[in-house]
């Protein structure tokens, strides 16, 4: 017995015609454009799996029947949370026969997602069934989120270095026009804080890129001595001091299955907040670990140790928050606070690795910062 199961324009103007053998297999029958009947016979007519939508069946029941090759490629290891997701659920329970639904589904988990789906009621090998278009949402809703953000946290990050600004033109149109030594004195201080803007609008572009991609898992390999190689040669640029107190061990031979640009990230990232939180009080002289080891459970660890003051309880589970800052003595690190981004960024991308950030701290022993990457 074959069994067909024709669903209308949901997205991109398409009609669908599935089939079933009573053997349970699913045969590529062919479909088209509604505008004109279905008719196997037609040049022009294409496989279900080769329509550019990501197309699913479920049951009255909501169990999968059958996931077209664009849904299974595009949503990989998550499309069972999806289908298994509770409005698509009440979506495909509640669809009267014959009827069409839209429904927004909201996923967290491992990572933000946002899809779009259209349910058709339908049958399917003689029982009702429903056919499902995936929409996937969650570039746009990572735009919209970034510029949200950066309207409600960069407006009030910027005002600070901004009045600062604006006080010192005033000075210098002002008392201090003609003061050679005061200018000279203001105007390296607002460079710092033109500077210290400049950062903070590379860093915010920088984590809008990352989270538009953080649905999609990266599908190339990290070599790791190359990845060190690269950690070594963009810490030329710090200053002799600081080169000297980051010790890069031999990292293991081996790939993991990442972006190497965006690892390269993370470890120039937690370097940095070393150099700049995790120095030790004088004359004690800072050390910075950065090494990697497979583990026999599974997987890479990646650790960047200091030997600095070290961070309390308190702060640890917010320190991946946009803009939270531990405070620093008066004169430490010569007032430079950082952007308050850095392990935001940091954190955004092990999510898009699937990965995890560990951070562990005693105050007056130092602070390690180690992320863990799955190796396939």
């Avoid at 030329?236 to 993991?256: C, F, N, S, W």
Wanted: charged fraction near 20%.
């Amino acid at each position: 017995m074959v069994v067909g199961l024709v669903i209308g324009a949901v997205a991109g103007g398409y009609g669908m015609h599935l089939a079933a053998s009573s053997a349970g297999g699913v045969r590529r029958f062919p479909a088209r454009a509604l505008a004109d009947p279905v008719a196997i016979g037609d040049a022009d007519t294409i496989t279900v799996d080769e329509l550019p939508v990501a197309l699913v069946v479920l049951s009255r029941g909501g169990r999968l029947l059958h996931a077209a090759t664009r849904a299974q490629s595009e949503f990989a290891e998550g499309l069972g949370t999806l289908i298994r997701h509770p409005a698509l659920q009440r979506a495909v329970a509640d669809l009267q026969p014959g009827g069409v639904s839209e429904v927004r589904i909201e996923a967290d988990v491992p990572v933000r997602r946002v899809v779009q789906a259209f349910v058709k009621a339908g049958s399917w090998h003689g029982h009702s069934a429903c056919v499902v278009v995936l929409l996937d949402a969650t570039a746009r809703d990572a735009l919209d989120r970034a510029r949200s953000d950066f309207v409600a946290h960069a407006s009030h990050e910027l005002r600070t270095p901004l009045a600062a600004l604006i006080g010192f033109i005033e000075t210098l149109q002002g008392p201090a026009a003609n003061d050679a030594v005061a200018r000279q004195k203001f105007l390296a201080i607002m460079a710092r804080q033109a500077g210290r803007m400049q950062r903070l609008i590379d860093r915010l572009l920088y984590l809008s890129r990352v989270q538009m991609l953080e649905h999609q898992r990266p599908q190339g390999q990290v070599v790791l001595p190359d990845l060190f190689a690269r950690l070594n040669d963009e810490l030329q640029g710090k200053p002799a001091e600081d080169r000297a107190a980051v010790i890069i061990h031999a990292p293991p031979a081996g790939t993991v299955r990442g972006d190497a640009d965006q690892i390269l990230q993370v470890l120039v990232n937690l370097c940095e907040n070393a150099l700049r939180y995790g120095r030790p009080a004088p004359p004690a002289a800072a050390r910075i670990d950065v090494a990697a080891q497979w583990l026999e459970t599974g997987g890479l660890v990646i650790s960047v140790r200091d030997n600095g003051p070290g961070i309390a309880a308190q702060h640890l589970p917010r320190l991946t928050e946009r803009f939270y800052r531990v405070s620093q003595p008066a004169g430490r690190n010569g007032g430079d606070q950082g952007t308050g981004l850095g392990l935001a960024i940091v954190r955004h991308i092990v999510d898009r690795h699937g990965g995890r950030l560990d951070i562990t701290s005693t105050p007056g022993q130092g602070t390690c910062c180690s992320v863990w990457l799955p190796q396939g």
